[in-house]
T-cell receptor
Framework: GAVVSQHPSWVICKSGTSVKIECRSL??????MFWYRQFPKQSLMLMAT?????????EQGVEKDKFLINHASLTLSTLTVTSAHPEDSSFYIC????????????FGPGTRLLVL | GEDVEQSLFLSVREGDSSVINCTYT??????LYWYKQEPGAGLQLLTY?????DMKQDQRLTVLLNKKDKHLSLRIADTQTGDSAIYFC????????????FGGGTRVLVKP
Protein backbone atom coordinates (compact mmCIF):
# COMPACT_ATOMS: atom_id res chain seq x y z
CA GLY A 1 0.00 0.00 0.00
CA ALA A 2 0.80 3.73 -0.04
CA VAL A 3 2.34 3.85 -3.49
CA VAL A 4 3.03 7.13 -5.23
CA SER A 5 3.96 7.28 -8.90
CA GLN A 6 5.43 10.04 -11.03
CA HIS A 7 5.40 10.50 -14.76
CA PRO A 8 7.61 10.94 -16.63
CA SER A 9 10.60 9.47 -14.84
CA TRP A 10 12.91 11.65 -16.87
CA VAL A 11 12.54 14.32 -19.50
CA ILE A 12 14.87 16.32 -21.72
CA CYS A 13 13.51 19.51 -23.22
CA LYS A 14 14.67 22.62 -25.04
CA SER A 15 15.00 25.91 -23.27
CA GLY A 16 11.76 27.90 -23.40
CA THR A 17 9.40 24.95 -23.48
CA SER A 18 7.05 23.90 -20.69
CA VAL A 19 7.16 20.53 -18.99
CA LYS A 20 4.37 18.88 -17.00
CA ILE A 21 5.10 16.32 -14.30
CA GLU A 22 2.34 14.16 -12.84
CA CYS A 23 2.17 12.77 -9.31
CA ARG A 24 -0.40 10.11 -8.48
CA SER A 25 -1.32 8.31 -5.29
CA LEU A 26 -2.21 4.83 -6.51
CA UNK A 27 -3.93 3.18 -3.59
CA UNK A 28 -4.95 5.95 -1.26
CA UNK A 29 -6.52 9.38 -1.36
CA UNK A 30 -4.18 12.26 -0.79
CA UNK A 31 -5.76 15.54 0.21
CA UNK A 32 -2.29 17.02 0.42
CA MET A 33 0.65 16.54 -1.90
CA PHE A 34 4.07 18.14 -1.74
CA TRP A 35 6.57 19.03 -4.43
CA TYR A 36 10.28 18.97 -3.71
CA ARG A 37 13.38 19.78 -5.67
CA GLN A 38 16.70 18.04 -5.12
CA PHE A 39 20.05 19.17 -6.47
CA PRO A 40 22.88 16.65 -6.86
CA LYS A 41 24.22 15.42 -3.54
CA GLN A 42 21.92 17.71 -1.62
CA SER A 43 18.85 17.34 0.51
CA LEU A 44 15.28 17.93 -0.57
CA MET A 45 13.97 21.46 -0.78
CA LEU A 46 10.23 21.89 -0.38
CA MET A 47 8.81 23.96 -3.22
CA ALA A 48 5.11 23.95 -2.49
CA THR A 49 2.24 22.28 -0.69
CA UNK A 50 -0.70 21.30 -2.83
CA UNK A 51 -4.18 20.82 -1.37
CA UNK A 52 -6.94 19.24 -3.39
CA UNK A 53 -9.34 21.80 -4.77
CA UNK A 54 -7.43 24.86 -3.62
CA UNK A 55 -4.44 26.93 -4.61
CA UNK A 56 -1.00 25.65 -3.76
CA UNK A 57 1.06 27.24 -1.02
CA UNK A 58 4.54 28.09 -2.24
CA GLU A 59 7.67 28.29 -0.13
CA GLN A 60 9.59 31.51 0.05
CA GLY A 61 11.68 32.11 -3.05
CA VAL A 62 9.71 29.74 -5.30
CA GLU A 63 8.05 31.50 -8.24
CA LYS A 64 4.43 30.43 -8.47
CA ASP A 65 4.15 31.63 -12.07
CA LYS A 66 7.17 29.57 -12.98
CA PHE A 67 6.12 26.37 -11.24
CA LEU A 68 2.39 25.89 -11.78
CA ILE A 69 0.74 23.35 -9.51
CA ASN A 70 -2.70 21.86 -10.01
CA HIS A 71 -4.33 19.39 -7.61
CA ALA A 72 -7.65 18.67 -9.27
CA SER A 73 -8.41 15.31 -7.68
CA LEU A 74 -7.60 13.34 -4.54
CA THR A 75 -5.12 11.18 -6.42
CA LEU A 76 -3.43 13.55 -8.88
CA SER A 77 -1.28 16.63 -8.64
CA THR A 78 0.67 18.15 -11.52
CA LEU A 79 3.69 20.44 -11.59
CA THR A 80 4.30 22.42 -14.76
CA VAL A 81 7.67 24.05 -15.22
CA THR A 82 6.90 26.93 -17.56
CA SER A 83 9.42 28.38 -20.00
CA ALA A 84 12.09 26.07 -18.68
CA HIS A 85 15.71 27.18 -18.55
CA PRO A 86 18.88 25.19 -17.92
CA GLU A 87 18.92 26.29 -14.28
CA ASP A 88 15.60 24.48 -13.83
CA SER A 89 17.36 21.20 -14.49
CA SER A 90 16.96 19.15 -11.34
CA PHE A 91 15.38 16.09 -9.74
CA TYR A 92 11.77 16.80 -8.83
CA ILE A 93 10.11 14.58 -6.24
CA CYS A 94 6.52 14.61 -5.09
CA UNK A 95 5.03 13.15 -1.95
CA UNK A 96 1.50 12.46 -0.82
CA UNK A 97 0.19 12.42 2.68
CA UNK A 98 -2.09 9.63 3.78
CA UNK A 99 -4.30 10.82 6.59
CA UNK A 100 -5.46 7.37 7.62
CA UNK A 101 -4.05 7.18 11.12
CA UNK A 102 -1.05 9.48 11.05
CA UNK A 103 0.78 11.99 8.99
CA UNK A 104 3.33 10.06 6.99
CA UNK A 105 4.39 11.32 3.58
CA UNK A 106 5.00 8.74 0.87
CA PHE A 107 7.33 9.74 -1.92
CA GLY A 108 7.25 9.20 -5.64
CA PRO A 109 10.27 7.88 -7.54
CA GLY A 110 11.21 11.34 -8.82
CA THR A 111 11.43 12.98 -12.23
CA ARG A 112 14.76 14.03 -13.60
CA LEU A 113 14.50 17.14 -15.78
CA LEU A 114 17.27 18.26 -18.09
CA VAL A 115 16.80 21.53 -19.93
CA LEU A 116 19.15 22.07 -22.85
CA GLY B 1 13.92 27.81 13.89
CA GLU B 2 14.04 24.59 11.98
CA ASP B 3 17.38 22.91 11.55
CA VAL B 4 18.08 19.22 11.11
CA GLU B 5 21.66 18.04 10.88
CA GLN B 6 23.32 14.77 10.00
CA SER B 7 26.86 13.60 9.48
CA LEU B 8 27.78 13.36 5.81
CA PHE B 9 29.23 9.90 5.50
CA LEU B 10 29.39 6.51 7.20
CA SER B 11 31.42 3.51 6.15
CA VAL B 12 30.61 0.12 7.66
CA ARG B 13 31.64 -3.47 7.06
CA GLU B 14 29.02 -5.96 5.93
CA GLY B 15 27.50 -7.77 8.89
CA ASP B 16 28.31 -5.01 11.38
CA SER B 17 25.78 -2.61 12.84
CA SER B 18 25.39 0.91 11.44
CA VAL B 19 24.33 3.87 13.53
CA ILE B 20 23.23 7.04 11.79
CA ASN B 21 22.76 10.11 13.93
CA CYS B 22 20.58 13.17 13.53
CA THR B 23 20.07 16.29 15.63
CA TYR B 24 17.24 18.76 15.43
CA THR B 25 16.51 22.08 17.05
CA UNK B 26 12.73 22.37 17.23
CA UNK B 27 11.33 20.63 20.29
CA UNK B 28 7.75 20.87 19.01
CA UNK B 29 8.21 18.20 16.36
CA UNK B 30 5.41 15.65 16.26
CA UNK B 31 6.89 12.84 14.20
CA LEU B 32 10.47 12.04 13.22
CA TYR B 33 11.20 9.97 10.16
CA TRP B 34 13.96 8.03 8.51
CA TYR B 35 13.96 7.76 4.72
CA LYS B 36 16.31 5.85 2.42
CA GLN B 37 17.26 7.07 -1.04
CA GLU B 38 19.06 4.88 -3.55
CA PRO B 39 20.80 6.44 -6.58
CA GLY B 40 18.38 8.05 -9.00
CA ALA B 41 15.34 7.09 -6.98
CA GLY B 42 12.80 8.70 -4.72
CA LEU B 43 12.65 8.37 -0.96
CA GLN B 44 11.58 5.16 0.69
CA LEU B 45 10.05 5.48 4.14
CA LEU B 46 11.98 3.20 6.49
CA THR B 47 10.45 3.97 9.84
CA TYR B 48 9.13 6.78 11.98
CA UNK B 49 8.69 7.55 15.65
CA UNK B 50 6.18 9.69 17.44
CA UNK B 51 7.75 12.38 19.54
CA UNK B 52 6.49 10.96 22.84
CA UNK B 53 8.29 7.64 22.27
CA ASP B 54 11.87 6.80 23.21
CA MET B 55 12.47 3.78 21.04
CA LYS B 56 10.96 1.85 18.18
CA GLN B 57 12.19 -1.42 16.72
CA ASP B 58 11.22 -2.82 13.35
CA GLN B 59 13.11 -5.94 12.28
CA ARG B 60 16.73 -4.82 11.66
CA LEU B 61 15.96 -1.18 12.38
CA THR B 62 16.01 0.46 15.80
CA VAL B 63 15.17 4.12 16.27
CA LEU B 64 16.20 5.90 19.44
CA LEU B 65 14.88 9.34 20.35
CA ASN B 66 16.37 11.52 23.06
CA LYS B 67 14.03 14.47 23.33
CA LYS B 68 16.10 16.20 25.99
CA ASP B 69 19.14 16.32 23.71
CA LYS B 70 17.04 16.55 20.50
CA HIS B 71 18.92 13.57 19.13
CA LEU B 72 17.58 10.86 16.85
CA SER B 73 19.44 7.77 15.73
CA LEU B 74 18.85 4.88 13.38
CA ARG B 75 20.60 1.59 14.02
CA ILE B 76 20.72 -0.99 11.26
CA ALA B 77 21.65 -4.44 12.51
CA ASP B 78 23.56 -6.90 10.32
CA THR B 79 24.18 -4.30 7.64
CA GLN B 80 24.05 -5.64 4.08
CA THR B 81 25.47 -4.28 0.82
CA GLY B 82 21.92 -3.45 -0.22
CA ASP B 83 21.78 -0.99 2.66
CA SER B 84 24.26 1.28 0.86
CA ALA B 85 22.28 4.46 0.18
CA ILE B 86 21.66 7.95 1.47
CA TYR B 87 19.61 8.13 4.65
CA PHE B 88 17.60 11.22 5.49
CA CYS B 89 16.08 12.06 8.83
CA UNK B 90 13.16 14.46 8.84
CA UNK B 91 10.94 16.10 11.39
CA UNK B 92 7.30 17.04 11.06
CA UNK B 93 6.14 20.19 12.80
CA UNK B 94 2.45 20.69 13.51
CA UNK B 95 3.06 24.43 13.80
CA UNK B 96 4.40 24.42 10.25
CA UNK B 97 1.40 22.60 8.82
CA UNK B 98 3.07 19.21 9.24
CA UNK B 99 5.63 19.97 6.58
CA UNK B 100 8.79 17.91 6.67
CA UNK B 101 12.19 19.44 7.34
CA PHE B 102 14.99 17.21 6.10
CA GLY B 103 18.54 16.78 7.23
CA GLY B 104 21.28 16.89 4.62
CA GLY B 105 21.48 13.13 4.37
CA THR B 106 24.09 10.58 5.43
CA ARG B 107 25.70 8.54 2.71
CA VAL B 108 26.22 4.99 3.98
CA LEU B 109 28.71 2.76 2.22
CA VAL B 110 28.70 -0.92 3.13
CA LYS B 111 31.95 -2.71 2.35
CA PRO B 112 31.93 -6.47 1.74
Amino acid sequence: GAVVSQHPSWVICKSGTSVKIECRSLDFQATTMFWYRQFPKQSLMLMATSNEGSKATYEQGVEKDKFLINHASLTLSTLTVTSAHPEDSSFYICSARDWSGQETQYFGPGTRLLVL
Amino acid sequence: GEDVEQSLFLSVREGDSSVINCTYTDSSSTYLYWYKQEPGAGLQLLTYIFSNMDMKQDQRLTVLLNKKDKHLSLRIADTQTGDSAIYFCAESLRAAGNKLTFGGGTRVLVKP
